[in-house]
C-alpha cells in the first residue's frame, strides 16, 4: 500500500496492511512497538480536524452574513416601527419648584423665555456659524453620524455616556422631539427619528428648529431669547462673532457664560470661539481676511428670571449647578445636556438653607455693612461686594447663603466667585501641611505651635541656607522678634508662614490644600501662595474650615437636600467623606485658631462681642494686598462661616480697593477681615448658635494652653482707636520714618520669652512686592 492509500485508509478508519512475517531482532521490535503506540494515540485523540471543520471559512461567513441580515431586518423593524412622534419642546417646560429645609416653598421658575424666530431672519453667516460649531457636513449628510452613534451606544451600554457623536439633525431631534435620557433605547428612537427627519424636512427647517429649541443658558431657548440676553439686540441683527459666540455656548451655557465664567471657563469658550469662526474659514464660508479683523465680542450683562429677587436667585442657581453635576456623573451627561435636563424640567428640589438661618445672616449683612453704605457720597462704597457661606460641619449641609445685594441688581455670585484672594484665611493651611507631614525647620526642629520663628518683616526665606528670591513684608511693614507659631497666627505674621511654607515643602503645602477642599488645578507650587495669592470663594473656604471643624473628615457643602422629578428621585453624594487629614492635625489647628479670636485680629469683633455669651470660637482673618479683599472664616462646634468683601467696580468689574468704605474707619479707612467681616460673622453666628464646646485631641494651641497676653505696645505713630464697640476696628497707621538700615540677617537664637514689642521696618512701598516668583502683580497681605 502506497502512502496515498495509507493516508487514505486512516482517514476512513482503516489500518495498514500487516506486512509479511519476518524474524524480528529486539531492536526491530522496540521500533514496531513505538510505532504501534504512534498509531493508537493517533487513533485515540479527537481529530484535529475537528475544530477546522466547524469553523470552516463557509460557516464563519453565512453566520456574518446571518447576523448583518438580523440586523438590516432588525432595524428595517425598528424603522418601521418608529414613528415621529408630535414635538413636545413646549411641554417638557414645567416649573421646578424649589423649597426650604422645612418644605416651605423658596421659589418657582418655570416661565419660559423663548421666541420662534424664523430661519430668514437669522443672517445667513449667523447660521453658519453653528453648522461650523456642530456639524461641518450638515448639509451633505443624511442626518446621523451612524459611527459617532455606534460609539454612543456603546458607551451607553458601558456605562461611559458621554462620549459619542451626533449630527445636528439628531440634537434637533432630542431637543424638539425626545429628551437628554443617556438609555440604548432612546439613542436607537434618535437615529431612526434622525433619518426620517432629514427625508421629510428641508436642512433649513432643521437648522431652524435647531438653532430655536436649544438652550443657551441665563434662561434663554432659542436665538431670539439667546441674542437678547447676551448682547440686547434681536436675532437678525447678529454680528457673524456674536453668532459665533452662542454657537460656542451651547456646549456648556452656563459655564462659558463670560459674565460668570471661571478664567478656565473663559478660556474654553475663547477656544471654542476661534474653532468655529476657524472652520467657516475653512468651509470657504468667511474670508480670511474678514475672520482676522474679528475680535472677540463685548458680552452684556445677565438680567435674573423673574421671581427669583434678593437672595433666591443665587440659592436657585448652586442648587441648579450642584444637581447639573451629579447628573453628569450619574448618568455621564455632557455640561450642556445636564443643563437642558434640569432648568425648567419638573423638578421638586429641596435644599438644605435653613430659613432662620438664611433670614439672620441677610439681617447681619445689612445691619453691619450694606446699611452703612452710601454710593452717593462715596464712590467706594459703590464698589462693595458681600459673599458669605455658612455650613453644618457634621453634615456638610449649606444652612445659609449670602450672593450679593440682589439677584437682580448683581447677578454674579459673590459666595461662589473664585477670583478674589482668600488672603491670611490660607494660613491655617499651611500649619495644617506642616503636622500633618511632621514637617521641621530650617534648624531641623519639629513644627508645632510653640516653634519659635523669627517675625522680622521683609526676611528673606530661605531654603536649606539659600535665599529663594522672596521676602514679604508684615501688615503695616511692622518686626516682631522671635515669635512662637501660635503668636504669628493671632497677629497673622507674614514672615513667619512664608518660612514655614519653605520648611514643609510648597507641593506639600498645595497638596494638603487640594485635599481639603481647595481647587488647585493649574496653582504654582511657589512661597507667594503662602500669602493666599490665589483665587477662592467663601464657598471654598467655608468647605476647608469645615473638615478642620470635623476633625479632618472631607467636607463638601452642598445646597441640595434632595431632587425630585415625576416621582423619581436623584441620589445626591454624602456631603461628608473619610479622613483627609488626622484628627489630631485638624484639632491642633482648631486649637490655635481660637488664639485668634481670644488673642489676635479678630479679637475686638468677636472675642469682645457682647452676643458671644460664652461661646467657644475658633477662626482666622484675612486682608488681601491693596485692601481688594477682605476675610473672616470662623466656627463654632456646630457652625462654620465664612464672610468675604470684595472691591469691585460696578461698571468694569475690576478689583478695586475697599479702602475708605461706609466713611466710619479714620484715615487710611483699611477695610480689615477683623472688621466688618468679622462683625457680620458675629453678629450673623452668635444669633443662631447656643453655647457648645470643641472636643479637641490635641495638647497644642491656645484652646488648651492659652498664651500669656501679648505687651501691647505700640509703635509711636499708632493712635489709639475711639470707635465705639460696635464700629470696626481702627487700623493702625505705620510709621513712614525709616529707623535705618535693617538688619538681613535674621536671628537663629531663640529667646525664652517671645517678645511681642514690635521694632520698626523702613517704611513700606504700596501695591506689595515685585518678587520674580509672585504668580499675580498683587499679594495676599495682612490680617
Not at 423658596?106 to 445667513?124: F, Q, W, Y
Not at 437678547?228 to 462673532?241: G, P, S, T
Not at 456631603?575 to 488664639?595: F, H, M, N, Q, W
Not at 469683633?605 to 467657644?616: F, K, Y
Request: aromatic share 6%.
Amino acid at each position: 500500500m502506497g502512502r496515498a492509500e495509507e493516508r487514505r485508509a486512516r482517514q476512513r478508519g482503516g489500518h495498514r496492511a500487516a506486512p509479511r512475517r519476518r524474524r524480528s531482532t529486539p531492536a526491530a521490535a522496540t521500533t514496531a512497538a513505538a510505532g504501534a503506540g504512534r498509531t493508537a494515540t493517533a487513533a485515540g485523540r479527537p481529530a484535529g480536524g475537528l475544530i477546522r471543520r466547524m469553523f470552516t471559512w463557509k460557516r464563519v461567513l453565512g453566520t456574518f452574513f446571518g447576523t448583518c441580515l438580523l440586523a438590516i431586518a432588525a432595524f428595517i423593524g425598528l424603522y418601521l416601527y418608529v414613528d415621529i412622534p408630535p414635538g413636545n419642546a413646549a411641554a417638557q417646560r414645567q416649573s421646578n419648584v424649589y423649597k426650604y429645609s422645612d418644605g416651605t416653598i423658596l421659589a418657582r421658575s418655570g416661565e419660559v423665555n423663548r421666541e420662534i424666530v424664523d430661519l430668514a431672519k437669522v443672517p445667513r453667516k449667523v447660521q453658519l456659524t453653528f453648522v461650523a460649531a456642530e456639524n461641518k457636513s450638515f448639509y451633505h449628510d443624511v442626518g446621523v453620524d451612524f459611527r459617532g452613534t455606534a460609539r454612543g451606544l456603546i458607551n451607553t451600554v458601558a456605562g461611559r455616556g458621554k462620549q459619542g457623536g451626533s449630527t445636528i439633525t439628531q440634537q434637533y431631534v432630542k431637543n424638539y422631539y425626545l429628551n437628554q435620557d443617556q438609555t440604548v433605547t432612546r439613542k436607537l428612537k434618535e437615529l431612526v427619528i434622525a433619518l426620517k427627519v432629514d427625508r421629510e424636512k428641508s436642512k433649513d427647517d432643521i437648522l431652524a428648529g435647531y438653532i430655536n429649541t436649544s438652550y443657551y443658558g441665563r434662561n434663554a431657548y432659542g436665538i431670539q431669547a439667546a441674542a437678547q440676553a447676551y448682547f440686547h439686540v434681536d436675532a437678525e441683527d447678529l454680528k457673524v462673532e456674536q453668532g459665533a459666540y452662542l454657537a460656542a455656548l451651547l456646549q456648556a451655557p452656563s459655564q462659558y457664560d463670560w459674565a460668570v465664567a471661571t478664567p478656565t471657563g473663559k478660556r474654553l469658550v475663547t477656544q471654542r470661539w476661534n474653532y468655529v469662526l476657524d472652520n467657516m474659514v475653512e468651509e470657504g464660508w468667511l474670508s480670511k481676511s474678514r475672520r482676522e479683523a474679528m475680535h472677540f465680542p463685548q458680552i452684556k450683562e445677565p438680567r435674573g428670571a423673574p421671581g427669583l429677587g434678593g437672595q433666591k436667585g443665587y440659592l436657585v442657581e448652586l442648587a441648579n449647578q450642584q444637581l447639573e453635576q451629579q447628573l453628569m456623573e450619574q448618568q455621564g451627561l455632557t455640561r450642556s445636556q445636564a443643563e437642558n435636563a434640569v432648568v425648567e424640567k419638573g423638578w421638586t428640589i429641596t435644599l438644605n438653607i435653613d430659613r432662620k438661618k438664611q433670614a439672620t445672616l441677610e439681617k447681619a449683612v445689612k445691619t453691619q455693612l450694606t446699611a452703612r453704605l452710601d454710593p452717593r457720597k462715596r464712590k467706594v462704597d459703590g464698589a462693595v461686594q458681600a459673599g458669605a457661606v455658612s455650613v453644618d460641619p457634621a453634615t456638610g449641609r449649606i444652612v445659609a447663603l449670602y450672593g450679593g445685594r440682589d439677584y437682580y441688581a448683581h447677578y454674579f455670585d459673590n459666595a461662589t466667585r473664585r477670583d478674589y484672594q482668600p488672603a491670611s484665611t490660607f494660613k491655617p493651611v499651611i500649619l495644617a501641611a506642616a503636622l500633618e507631614e511632621d514637617a521641621t525647620t530650617q534648624d531641623g526642629k519639629p513644627i508645632t505651635a510653640d516653634t519659635l520663628y523669627d517675625g522680622t518683616s521683609r526676611r528673606p526665606v530661605l531654603d536649606h541656607g539659600a535665599e529663594v528670591g522672596f521676602a514679604p513684608p508684615n501688615e503695616d511693614d511692622v518686626s516682631y522678634d522671635d515669635i512662637t507659631v501660635q503668636q504669628a497666627m493671632n497677629k497673622s505674621v507674614n514672615s513667619v508662614f512664608a518660612q514655614m511654607g519653605v520648611d514643609v515643602g510648597m507641593d506639600k503645602v498645595m497638596s494638603t490644600a487640594g485635599k481639603l477642599g481647595m481647587d488647585t488645578k493649574g496653582m504654582q507650587a511657589v512661597p507667594a501662595q503662602t500669602l493666599g495669592s490665589m483665587g477662592a470663594s467663601p464657598l471654598e473656604m467655608a468647605g476647608i474650615y469645615a473638615t478642620f471643624a470635623n476633625h479632618g473628615h472631607k467636607v463638601t457643602p452642598t445646597i441640595v437636600k434632595s431632587a425630585e422629578q415625576k416621582g423619581r428621585s436623584t441620589t445626591m453624594p454624602s456631603p461628608v467623606g473619610g479622613p483627609v487629614i488626622s484628627r489630631t492635625t485638624a484639632d491642633t489647628v482648631t486649637s490655635v485658631l481660637t488664639g485668634v479670636v481670644d488673642d489676635g485680629t479678630a479679637r475686638r469683633s468677636v472675642a469682645d462681642n457682647p452676643l458671644r455669651d460664652g461661646q467657644q470660637v475658633a477662626g482666622k482673618t484675612g486682608t488681601s494686598d491693596e485692601d481688594k479683599s477682605a476675610w473672616f472664616t470662623g466656627y463654632t462646634p456646630d457652625l462654620v462661616t465664612s464672610v468675604g468683601l470684595f472691591g469691585e467696580d460696578p461698571k468694569t468689574k475690576a478689583h478695586v480697593s475697599l479702602t475708605g468704605a461706609t466713611g466710619l474707619i479714620p484715615p487710611p479707612g483699611r477695610i480689615n477681615g477683623g472688621g466688618y467681616p468679622a462683625q457680620i460673622w458675629a453678629a450673623y453666628t452668635f444669633g443662631v448658635t447656643d453655647r457648645a464646646a470643641f472636643h479637641l485631641q490635641t495638647r497644642q494651641g491656645a484652646a488648651v494652653a492659652p498664651t500669656e497676653t501679648p505687651t501691647r505696645t505700640p509703635t509711636p505713630s499708632r493712635t489709639p482707636s475711639r470707635t465705639p464697640s460696635s464700629a470696626p476696628p481702627t487700623s493702625p497707621s505705620p510709621s513712614r520714618t525709616p529707623s535705618g538700615t535693617p538688619s538681613r540677617t535674621p536671628s537663629r537664637t531663640p529667646s525664652q520669652t517671645p517678645s511681642q514689642t514690635p521694632t520698626t521696618a523702613p517704611p513700606t512701598t504700596p501695591g506689595g512686592t515685585d518678587e520674580p516668583l509672585d504668580p499675580k502683580p498683587g499679594l495676599g497681605l495682612g490680617r
